[in-house]
C-alpha cells in the first residue's frame, strides 16, 4: 500500500516539475502570449502542479515532526537517566542527614550521660520474628569491664535496648528488655510510683511485665517508665517502656500491668554500652530490689 502511494508521488513529482519550470519561463518571458494550446497545457499542468506542492507539503511536515519526536524522544530519555540520578543523589544524601541525626544524638546523649561509654554498631540479630537477642560490633578491643559476667547497660536515643552477655573479641551478644532473664528497676515518670520490669519473653508479642506496682499506685495506660537509678546498672530518667495494659483488682498487694519497649529494635542501628557511670558505687544490684518489695 505505502510503495503503490509512493510510486504515484514520485510520478506526479516528476511530471510536475518540468511543467512547472516551462510555466515560469514562459511568464516571465516578455515576448510570451498565451495562445489556446498554452491555455489547455496550463489547465492540465496546475491540478498536477498544486497535488505535487501539497504533497511537498505534507512530506516536509511528515519528516519535519519525525525528526522533531526522535529528538524529543532523545531529551525524555537523557532527562529520564537525570532524573534517575537526582533521586538516588536525594536518597543516598537523606540516608547521611538521618545517619547524623543518629549518631549526633548519641553524641549528646553521651555528654548528657557523663558516663564511660563505648560505642556500638549492630551488626546483627536473630532470625526469629520476635528475637530477644541482638549482636553488636565495638570499635575497640573490650576493656576488662566488658566480660560476660559484666550485665553492662545498652541504651540507644529511644531508651533502654538491654544488657551485655556473651563477648567474643570486638562482638558483644546484648540480652534485649523482652528477654525473659531480663530486669529493671524503673518509676512512672508522671507519679513517681515505683515498679519491676521483666521481659516476657512472649513468642507472640512484643511486651514486658512490670511487677511490684502496688494497686494504690496510680498508672494509666500510656505512661512512660523510666530507669531509677538504683543499681550499679543504669543511669537514671532513661526510658524503658511505655505502658499498655493495667489489670487492677480489688484485692492483692500488686496490680498487673504490662508495657511496650520504646525502643523499635527493628530499626536499631547504633547503641552506647554503659560501663560506669557516676553515682553506681555503693547501691544494690536492680535484682536485689525484690527483697524490699
Not at 540516608?95 to 553524641?107: D, K, M, T
Not at 520474628?129 to 550485665?151: T, Y
Not at 500491668?257 to 544490684?285: C, N, Q, W, Y
Request: charged share 25%; proline share 4%.
Amino acid at each position: 500500500m505505502l510503495k503503490r502511494y509512493r510510486d504515484a508521488a514520485v510520478v506526479l513529482i516528476a511530471l510536475a516539475i518540468p511543467f512547472w519550470f516551462l510555466r515560469f519561463s514562459m511568464q516571465n518571458d516578455p515576448r510570451y502570449r498565451e495562445t489556446p494550446a498554452d491555455s489547455l497545457m496550463l489547465q492540465v499542468v496546475t491540478p498536477i502542479q498544486y497535488a505535487a506542492a501539497t504533497l511537498a507539503r505534507n512530506l516536509g511536515g511528515i519528516v519535519s515532526d519525525y525528526v522533531y519526536l526522535v529528538d524529543v524522544k532523545e531529551d525524555n530519555a537523557s532527562l529520564a537517566a537525570q532524573k534517575a540520578r537526582l533521586e538516588a543523589r536525594v536518597r543516598k544524601l537523606e540516608g547521611l542527614e538521618a545517619e547524623n541525626r543518629r549518631l549526633r544524638g548519641l553524641l549528646g546523649l553521651r555528654n548528657h550521660l557523663k558516663a564511660d561509654v563505648v560505642s556500638a554498631e549492630v551488626i546483627s540479630k536473630d532470625t526469629s520474628e520476635f528475637f530477644r537477642v541482638a549482636h553488636v560490633s565495638i570499635d575497640k578491643p573490650p576493656a576488662e569491664e566488658l566480660k560476660s559476667d559484666a550485665r553492662l547497660p545498652v541504651i540507644s536515643l529511644d531508651g533502654v535496648v538491654g544488657t551485655t552477655a556473651t563477648v567474643a573479641g570486638s562482638t558483644v551478644e546484648v540480652q534485649l528488655v523482652v528477654d525473659a532473664g531480663f530486669a529493671v528497676d524503673v518509676v512512672v515518670e508522671r507519679t513517681g510510683a515505683r515498679g519491676f520490669v521483666r521481659g516476657s519473653g512472649s513468642e507472640a508479642e512484643y511486651r514486658c511485665r512490670v511487677e511490684y506496682v502496688k494497686r494504690t499506685d496510680e498508672v494509666e495506660v500510656g505512661d512512660l517508665l523510666v530507669t531509677s537509678g538504683w543499681g550499679r546498672r543504669f543511669p537514671p530518667g532513661i526510658p524503658v517502656a511505655r505502658v499498655a495494659q493495667v489489670i487492677r483488682r480489688d484485692f492483692g498487694i500488686y496490680q498487673t500491668v504490662l508495657a511496650e519497649p520504646t525502643v523499635d529494635f527493628s530499626r536499631l542501628r547504633e547503641v552506647l554500652i554503659v560501663m560506669s557511670h557516676a553515682g553506681s558505687e555503693g547501691a544494690p544490684k536492680d535484682g536485689a530490689k525484690t527483697s524490699q518489695r
